[in-house]
């Protein structure tokens, strides 16, 4: 089972360009999360989504976008790349009740 | 609000002795709690969880959690370290209800396991 699966893994942008991560999950799940990890801050919630067609902002939403059009698919943008936003990205899934959340493997962010 | 503590940003221990890494949490109602560990380069790995009954909570790998209400407390344990148990930890922490089921994350504790 791939679960769930982040591209690219690695990314050096300069400051004001876009991008575009993706999140794909193979498990039906209905939720799924985006996160960034910082030395010393844990995870930080950015945005979620509760199903197809839905978002919602978390803790820490500025700067980012998000789109969930297919329900195995979780977009995350960044429209002008600042140097505040280098960072480790996660994805999350989870399903149905009280089930843990499962996580990609991160996409490591460098912005110059 | 919704808050997690790991009050130790390291914790090192010899392999074949006793672990434990510390999480107080903070909620207005009933928490649902869980652990999981981060080995470099690599996504967080659920680990256990309390959502009721029992205090004692087993997981994967061996460890083990106890929940604590009267000391907002679910710290990780486990009998015997081993060198392979060196990762990094977190806690975290939600409430029973609510949409989409926000977890609040710890700051995360470094286990170091001494061979």
């Known amino acids: 089972n791939a679960g769930v699966t982040q591209t690219p893994k690695f990314r050096v942008l300069k400051t004001g360009q876009s991008m575009t991560l993706l999140c794909a999950q193979d498990?039906?799940?209905?939720?799924m999360y985006w996160y960034r990890q910082d030395p010393g801050m844990g995870l930080r919630l950015i945005h979620y989504?509760?199903?197809?067609?839905?978002?919602a902002k978390g803790e820490v939403p500025d700067g980012y976008n998000v789109s969930r059009l297919k329900k195995q698919n979780f977009l995350l943008g960044l429209e002008s790349a600042a140097p505040s936003q280098t960072s480790v990205y996660f994805c999350?899934?989870?399903?149905?009740?009280?089930?843990?959340?499962?996580f990609g493997d991160g996409t490591r962010l460098s912005i110059l | 609000a919704q808050s997690v503590a790991q009050p130790e940003d390291q914790v090192n221990v010899a392999e074949g002795n006793p672990l434990t890494v510390k999480c107080t949490y903070s909620?207005?109602?009933?928490?649902?709690l869980f652990w999981y560990v981060q080995y470099p380069n690599r996504g967080l790995q659920f680990l256990l969880k309390?959502?009721?009954?029992?205090?004692l909570v087993k997981g994967s790998y061996g460890f083990e959690a106890e929940f604590n209400k009267s000391q907002t407390s679910f710290h990780l344990k486990k009998p015997s370290a081993l060198v392979s148990d060196s990762a990094l930890y977190f806690c975290?922490?939600?409430?029973?209800?609510?949409?989409?089921?926000?977890?609040?994350f710890g700051s995360g504790t470094q286990l170091t396991v001494l061979p």
């Open positions: 909620v207005s109602g009933n928490p649902y």
């Open positions: 498990m039906n799940h209905e939720y």
């Open positions: 989504s509760v199903g197809e067609g839905t978002t």
């Open positions: 309390y959502i009721t009954g029992d205090n």
């Open positions: 999350a899934s989870r399903g149905a009740g009280n089930q843990p959340q499962h």
């Open positions: 975290a922490v939600r409430v029973s209800s609510g949409s989409a089921r926000q977890l609040t």
